[in-house]
């Protein structure tokens, strides 16, 4: 039995014992990413008092979520898998953070969709750090221009960047490039890292950590 309490404690000492080293200033949110895990796993990290949590389908979010933040208002929900724009509008209505902007269209229905009652307040642009064919994101020779046509064009309150680099190799230089082009852009979040480079991640910038096994423990396949 998975025991999130310790692993999360775990995660937290290894952050501070890190930061120790390399004395980075920084404040690290911690999102737990729950998809495929169930309510009950969800609940057991709310009884440790955990509230924020990643999912990457609206559906799946919605039937996890929808009776427990009824209970819990302060509950924290961030869309880090690819958005398709059939369900801008539910996800909208659930997350309160969309981290995966990556295309003209989504924003296009995004800015259709949003309105002063959605509980979407902040964004990400999710950037395909290492130009990968079968990745989402967009590219980065794109990526100024992206930003600044959902900023400036669109009106859309975009905060920082995410990415997921390519596997096997190490992630440190995407992470280095991800942080530079949120500087040119003066964008104040990063969400980097996962289960096993969050510490490199944090080394590199980010402040948004996203960490599935390592709090939950081992996931089933699972169909991106
Ligand atoms: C699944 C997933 C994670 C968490 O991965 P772990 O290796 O379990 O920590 C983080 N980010 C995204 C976008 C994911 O899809």
Redesign the pocket.
């Known amino acids: 039995m998975p025991n999130f309490k310790e692993n999360i404690e775990k995660i937290r000492l290894s952050i501070v014992k890190n930061r120790e080293n390399s004395q980075i200033p920084n404040k690290i949110k911690i ?1 737990a ?1 729950s ?1 495929t895990f169930g309510t009950d796993s969800v609940l057991e990290a709310i009884q440790s008092g955990f509230f924020c949590f ?1 999912e ?1 389908k609206v559906q799946e979010c919605k039937k996890k979520f929808s009776s427990i933040i009824g209970v819990h208002k302060e509950i924290d929900l961030h869309m ?2 690819p958005l398709q724009t059939n369900k801008v509008k539910d996800a909208l209505k659930i997350f309160n953070t969309i981290q995966t902007l990556d295309r003209e269209k989504l924003c296009l229905e995004i800015n259709k969709k949003l309105n002063p009652n959605s509980k979407t307040k902040d964004f990400f642009i999710l950037v395909n750090i290492g130009n990968e064919k079968q990745k989402s994101g967009i590219n980065t020779e794109q990526s100024n221009d992206f930003i600044k046509w959902c900023i400036n064009d669109l009106g859309i309150n975009v905060v920082g960047l ?1 990415c ?1 680099p390519p596997a096997e190799i190490s992630p440190i230089k995407y992470f280095k490039k991800l942080k530079t082009i949120a500087e040119e852009n003066k964008l104040k979040y990063l969400s980097m890292g ?3 480079d969050y510490l490199d991640a944090i080394i590199c910038g980010a402040t948004h950590i ?7 423990g081992k ?1 089933q396949n ?1 169909e ?1």
């Open positions: 999102i990413v998809k990643g990457n880090i898998g995410m997921i996962m289960s096993g996203r960490l599935g096994e390592s709090l939950f996931r699972y991106k």
